[in-house]
């Protein structure tokens, strides 16, 4: 089945998916020999041929969940440019799976730190949305007021936007020190030291003492134990997977012009025509009337204005054969209509008698002179042409 690279990567315990997009961008990794470059492409972890750095990318099948005491003096990263040791070279010869943390602590903090092989996994315990609950306990130096405490506790104002409320008490203090307890969710960079700075008390010593539900207990800096099957089912099951996003329709958001909608013709509304203009097309004329396209030629509309009564012309009309407009023959008197139809012909009637006889000439007097077409005197027919006169 094909994934994302992002995915394989996380799955294999290289890095986090954000992690793996750098490996990309990168060009260290390559698929059937092909280096990849591009975001987003996908391959078949069973079919091809996935590398990172030459080294052939295999999926473990067995997942892990570890939690380490990280100590001070350790970077939360698979790899530091500068040299610094790094927290999985505590694992070395102990976890034989490739793993990576979650989450990040910084150089000079210790406590709790989740590494494991899982990546989708990890990548919902680090969502985000998912507001999981960290806490710290900090030693600052001197004591520390009611007001400060409250100021924590309703956010602070820092470079990237006011914190979220957190939860904060404080645990003991001395003569020259003073031990809190901070709890958060959000996941921003040295959080909590921005926040204990934008108050006026300097940190001195940080340690992360919580995950969820889970505590360091009796383990000191460098140690760490598997997680149980219960306690990572407890966890999955408080961090689902994120929701998809839903889209709000168009006429909602910001700035969207709600799209008309179309008028019924039936219930009397209109439609532009090709020229960009309103006509209705469900108008009724009355007699005499008819649709002119608003905008059309002057001469298009002359055909359909006639100067006077369609009624009043078909009676005036003479019996002529004269041409009518359309819908006015209809109108015209039926007397009238039957005499154009048999002006200057014969009208039909079954059998010879009934035609009408020419009337007798000169020239058809004598044999010959009866009636064309019969036979008898006076047809034309059986008869010899006669010669034409000379001049």
Known sequence: MQERLQKILSQAGISSRREAEGIILDGRVAVNGMVVTELGTKADPDNDMITVDGKAVTIAEH?????????????????????????????????????????????NT??????????????????PSHEVDKGYLVRVSGKVSDQQIQQLTDGVELDDGKTAPAKVFPVKESENNSWISITIHEGRYR???????????????????RYDFLE????????????????????????????????????????????????????GGTRPDSRGERTSKAKTFGKGEAPVRQGGHPRQA??????EPSEQRAAEAPRSGKRYL?????????????????????????????????????????PGSGPRGTGAPGSGYGQKKKPPRSK
Not at 113 to 127: K, Q, R, V
């Open 110 to 127: 210790e406590g709790l730190l989740l590494l494991t092989n899982d990546g989708d996994f990890a990548n919902a315990m680090m969502h």
């Open 302 to 307: 002359e055909r359909f204005e006639p100067s």
């Open 326 to 366: 359309v819908g006015e023959r209809d109108k015209a008197p039926a007397s009238g209509r039957q005499e154009r139809r048999t002006e200057g012909k014969a009208p039909f009637a079954a059998g010879p008698a009934a035609r009408p006889q020419r009337p007798a000439t000169g020239h058809d007097q004598g």
């Open 191 to 209: 959080q909590v030291r921005r926040m204990c700075e934008a108050v006026g008390l300097s940190v001195v010593r940080l340690k992360r003492s």
């Open 63 to 107: 997942r892990v969940y570890i939690l380490l005491y990280k100590p001070v003096g350790y970077m939360t990263t698979l790899k530091d440019p500068e040299g610094r040791p790094i927290v999985t070279d505590l694992l070395k010869n102990k976890v034989r799976e490739r793993i990576y943390p979650v989450g990040r602590l910084d150089y």
């Open 216 to 267: 360091i207990g009796e383990l000191k800096p460098g140690e760490f134990r598997y997680l149980s099957p219960a306690e990572v089912l407890r966890l999955k099951r408080q961090t689902p997977p994120p929701a998809p996003v839903q889209k709000r329709p168009f006429a909602d958001r910001e700035g969207a012009k709600a799209k008309p909608s179309r008028p019924s013709v039936a219930k």
